[in-house]
């Protein structure tokens, strides 16, 4: 099977920043869309950004001038930087990938369990 887990999330005042790491593994012949979302208590869940396996980026415009995603395709490795961060970023932030697997070659979306981020004003 394959495992997603999120790090990084935590407590910043508005203005700071946050790394966010996300790492897929087990039977993975092939990662191809990484995404990170969010949700906010009593919100519908959103996409945050998203980032293909060429490298095609697509962010929330919200979020667009603030954050950046990254792979790291060796390591099946999404990361979001998150600068200038506000009150309303804070949210349950979600890692979403798009994986094939092992034996079947068939491609199956998979969820983390969310790492939080709280910004304070």
């Known amino acids: 099977q394959v495992q997603v887990v999120e790090s990084g999330g935590g407590l910043v005042q508005a203005g700071g920043s946050l790394r966010l790491s996300c790492v897929a593994s087990?039977?993975?012949?092939?990662?191809?869309?990484m995404g990170w979302y969010r949700q906010a208590p009593g919100k519908q869940r959103e996409l945050v950004a998203r980032?293909?396996?060429?490298?095609?980026?697509n962010y929330a415009d919200s979020t667009k001038d603030r954050f950046t995603i990254s792979r790291d395709n060796a390591n099946n490795t999404v990361y979001l930087q998150m600068n200038s961060l506000k009150p309303e970023d804070t949210a349950l932030y979600y890692c979403n990938v798009i994986v094939m697997t092992a034996p079947t070659l068939s491609s199956y979306i998979y969820w983390g369990q969310g790492t939080q981020v709280t910004v304070s004003s």
């Open positions: 087990g039977n993975i012949v092939s990662i191809n869309n």
């Open positions: 980032i293909s396996s060429g490298g095609t980026t």
